[in-house]
């Protein structure tokens, strides 16, 4: 079982910067891949970004490419979303998750089995 806890989210300007941080406890950190998704009112969750085990691989939506970093601290059981020039689309619900299969990165909400409360992100224009 892991529990993961995001924080972070809040109300900001177009091209303001958020950072969200997701803390996990449980089991072995580290075993997992770790996601960020976000899911805005009437749309489908959709994964921002993925980052591997050991950190060597990273996936990113192409809406958010340039503009976000997602890192991991497995020492501290910690992965954040540096998020720069917000946009008002980027406005949604963010989650933070996490996969077990054997792959690199999962990119599909049904590959992970361990999910967050989700934190509200909102870009004023």
């Known amino acids: 079982q892991v529990q993961l806890v995001e924080s972070g989210g809040g109300l900001v300007q177009a091209g303001d910067s958020l950072r969200l941080s997701c803390v996990a406890s449980?089991?072995?950190?580290?075993?997992?891949?770790v996601g960020w998704f976000r899911q805005a009112p009437g749309k489908e969750r959709e994964l921002v970004a993925a980052?591997?085990?050991?950190?060597?691989?990273?996936t990113y939506a192409d809406s958010v490419k340039g503009r976000f970093t997602i890192s991991r601290d497995n020492a501290k059981n910690t992965v954040s979303l540096q998020m720069n020039s917000l946009k008002p689309e980027d406005t949604a619900v963010y989650y933070c998750a996490a996969s077990n299969i054997v792959a690199l990165v999962a990119v599909r909400a049904d590959e992970y089995r361990y999910w967050g409360q989700g934190t509200q992100v909102t870009v004023s224009s």
């Open positions: 449980g089991r072995t950190f580290n075993n997992y891949i």
């Open positions: 980052v591997s085990r050991g950190s060597g691989s990273t």
